[in-house]
T-cell receptor, first 114, second 112 residues
Framework: AQTVTQSQPEMSVQEAETVTLSCTYD???????LFWYKQPPSRQMILVIR??????QNATENRFSVNFQKAAKSFSLKISDSQLGDTAMYFC???????????FGTGTRLQVFP | EAQVTQNPRYLITVTGKKLTVTCSQN?????MSWYRQDPGLGLRQIYY???????DKGDVPEGYKVSRKEKRNFPLILESPSPNQTSLYFC???????????FGQGTRLTVV
């Protein structure tokens, strides 16, 4: 069975700084998908970034980028130029190929302070 | 506006009283799922549906039922709620496998 581990329950960063959230996963699959979702205080789940495991290039969305290390089964999220609106719970998630099931980690609560 | 709509957003009920949480999407998505979110556990899939009349269990299906009679609707039914079903519930829909899941606003359920 696949598992996703987020070892940092809480993190904080000053506005305009850079922060990296960690995520590791365990799977015997070779092809799969990885996601980062953001859950602000409104509790809405919002997709931040999606990575296909067979693509070596790291996904990037504006200030958000990932460091995908397939051999190490690591998928960290880097937020550059942090903004107050980035304050949220961040979930890392794994999805097997040809499925619709997201397997989530336990989340990292990020606080951005002025 | 493309969205997934859940109702109600908050619900307090008593043990054993049947309830239904509705979910509707207006994006013509094939795939729909229910997740529950608990502190320290993240989100876990309860049930999913790949199309009308096609549903299957996720990781934590005990105590829940679903139906998919129409493509847009995917209600979650708790026949006899118990306090351990107190949780935050999310409905999600996807246009295809391995694509972005669009989530509803969540339903905070408390069973006393």
């Amino acid at each position: 069975a696949q598992t996703v581990t987020q070892s940092q329950p809480e993190m904080s960063v000053q506005e305009a700084e850079t922060v990296t959230l960690s995520c590791t996963y365990d799977t015997s699959e070779n092809n799969y998908y990885l996601f980062w979702y953001k859950q602000p205080p409104s509790r809405q789940m919002i997709l931040v970034i999606r990575q296909e495991a067979y693509k070596q290039q790291n996904a990037t969305e504006n200030r958000f980028s990932v460091n995908f290390q397939k051999a190490a089964k690591s998928f960290s999220l880097k937020i550059s130029d942090s903004q107050l609106g980035d304050t949220a719970m961040y979930f890392c998630a794994f999805m097997k190929l040809y499925t619709d099931k997201l397997i989530f980690g336990t989340g990292t609560r990020l606080q951005v302070f002025p | 506006e493309a969205q997934v709509t859940q109702n109600p957003r908050y619900l307090i009920t008593v043990t054993g009283k049947k309830l239904t949480v509705t979910c509707s999407q207006n994006m013509n998505h094939e795939y729909m799922s229910w997740y529950r979110q608990d502190p320290g556990l993240g989100l876990r899939q309860i049930y999913y549906s790949m199309n009308v009349e096609v549903t299957d269990k996720g990781d934590v299906p005990e105590g829940y039922k679903v139906s998919r009679k129409e493509k847009r609707n995917f209600p979650l039914i708790l026949e006899s709620p118990s306090p351990n079903q107190t949780s935050l519930y999310f409905c999600a829909s996807s246009p295809a496998l391995n694509t972005e899941a669009f989530f509803g606003q969540g339903t905070r359920l408390t069973v006393v």
